[in-house]
C-alpha cells in the first residue's frame, strides 16, 4: 500500500509560479514510478509529468514542456512539480499517482492522492 499526500496548490495569476508536492509513504515506494496529472471540470484526467525515483526517465505532456519541472527527493519521499509560466488553462485539480509500470494512462496507475486544486487567472 502506498500513501499519497499532494500540497501547494492555490492561486495565481497568468504568468506567475507554483511548486506542487507530493509526499509518498508506505511499501516499496522507490520500486513505483511516479506521475503528476490533471482534471478539469468537465474533462478526463490528463497526464502531466512522470519520473522514476532512480531519475533515470523523466517524461512530459507537451503542454508542460518548458514550462513545467519533475523532481524528486528520496531522502523526503516527495516529488516536485514546479510549474512557471502558468495559463489560464492550467486551472485544474493535479493529482500525483504511483505506478509499478510505465505508462501515460490513468487508468494504468496504482494509487492516488487527494488532489490539489491549482487556478489560474487571467
Known amino acids: 500500500q502506498v500513501q499519497l499526500v499532494e500540497s501547494g496548490g492555490g492561486l495565481v495569476q497568468a504568468g506567475g509560479s507554483l511548486r506542487l508536492s507530493c509526499a509518498a509513504s508506505?511499501?516499496?515506494?522507490?520500486?513505483?514510478?511516479m506521475g503528476w496529472f490533471r482534471q478539469a471540470p468537465g474533462l478526463e484526467r490528463e497526464f502531466v509529468a512522470r519520473?522514476?525515483?532512480?531519475?533515470?526517465?523523466?517524461d512530459y505532456a507537451d503542454s508542460a514542456k518548458g514550462r513545467f519541472t519533475i523532481s524528486r527527493d528520496n531522502a523526503k519521499s516527495t516529488v516536485y512539480l514546479q510549474m512557471n509560466s502558468l495559463k489560464p488553462e492550467d486551472t485544474a485539480v493535479y493529482y500525483c499517482?504511483?505506478?509499478?509500470?510505465?505508462?501515460?494512462?490513468?487508468?494504468?496507475?496504482?494509487?492516488w492522492g487527494q488532489g490539489t486544486q491549482v487556478t489560474v487567472s487571467s
Open positions: 499517482a504511483a505506478i509499478r509500470g510505465l505508462s501515460r494512462s490513468a487508468a494504468d496507475y496504482d494509487y
Open positions: 508506505g511499501r516499496s515506494v522507490s520500486t513505483y514510478a
Open positions: 519520473i522514476r525515483w532512480s531519475g533515470t526517465m523523466i
